[in-house]
């Protein structure tokens, strides 16, 4: 692999920014965001060349599983250092950071069969839209993880630790649903723009993943009604968020597990 160094660099500086968040939300060490967000950011500088040679020419995109994988971590990281100068956000780097060298590490060590993608304007369009959803949804379903311990040390009156490293109790659902309703108008233009440039966002290798993207709108949607409405939030909605996420990593990496690694089809 051409960008190798780029790689094992990448993965050192997500995982030395990464460890560091973790330990600072066990109050191991003290809080340092200016140093996280210096190191993330260079790892997100090297994993960008990383992307860029494992994507193919400019008529066609290939999107097989690791490159894929590899593809939406770097757009986490590049969203959530973006995100955290202005949103208090970053401690959502202590699992995202070693997620993304992780997917670094299966794209160089592990033989991908390549996935060709017909790289037309609106295709792009359909897949960016996708993208930026994905990753802002996994972004919040790690916020509703933190939101979901919090309102458990809370209710057993547990108030040492990672709560007290956290934002308040109130600002971390806000951000939550900043994130769902930021999610949902992304995922709506993704589900648009496939119906509008796809031939058919529901011939068989496409079904699964249209389907299973519906299902996580609508819960998303519940969600968001149910808020709004009903006032649900807490570990409900923790829950329900979770349930989106898992539907949106089943429809986008569903499919591309079972064919390229259990099945082993090329």
């Known amino acids: 692999m051409q960008a190798l160094p780029f790689a094992l660099l990448a993965i050192v500086f997500y995982l030395g920014a990464g460890s560091w968040q973790g330990l600072a939300l066990l109050r191991r060490v ?5 140093l996280v967000r210096s190191i993330g950011l260079l790892a997100v500088v090297c994993h960008g060349v990383v992307v860029a040679v494992s994507l193919s020419d400019a008529d066609m995109l290939d999107l097989g599983l690791f490159t ?22 970053l401690s959502a780097a202590a699992a995202l950071f070693p997620l993304a060298a992780l997917t670094i590490m299966l794209l160089i060590g592990l033989p991908s069969a390549n996935q060709q993608v017909n790289a037309s304007p609106g295709i792009l369009l359909h897949i960016l839209t996708s993208a930026l959803a994905f990753s802002l ?56 723009s496939g119906m509008a440039f796809l031939d058919n966002m529901f011939a068989q290798h496409l079904v699964h993943k249209t389907v299973l993207s519906i299902a996580a709108w609508i819960i998303f949607a519940l969600l968001l009604a149910g808020h709004h409405l009903l006032g649900w939030r807490g570990v409900r909605a923790a829950r329900w968020t979770l349930g989106g996420c898992a539907l949106l990593l089943l429809a986008y990496f569903g499919s591309k597990i079972a064919l390229q690694v259990v099945f082993d089809i090329v």
Do not use: C, D, Y
Not at 68 to 89: D, G, M, R
Not at 148 to 155: E, I, M, S
Not at 168 to 181: C, D, Q
């Open 137 to 192: 949804f996994i972004i919040a379903g790690v916020l509703a993880l933190f939101l979901a311990r919090q309102n458990q040390a809370l209710r057993s009156h547990r108030t040492r630790g990672i709560v007290q490293v956290l934002p308040p109790l109130g600002t971390m659902e806000r951000l939550l649903f900043e994130f769902i309703w930021a999610g949902m108008l992304l995922l709506t233009a993704s589900l648009i």
């Open 68 to 89: 894929s994988a590899s593809l939406l971590s770097w757009l986490i990281a590049v969203l959530l250092l973006a995100v955290s100068v202005v949103k208090p956000v």
């Open 30 to 34: 003290p809080q340092r965001p200016a």
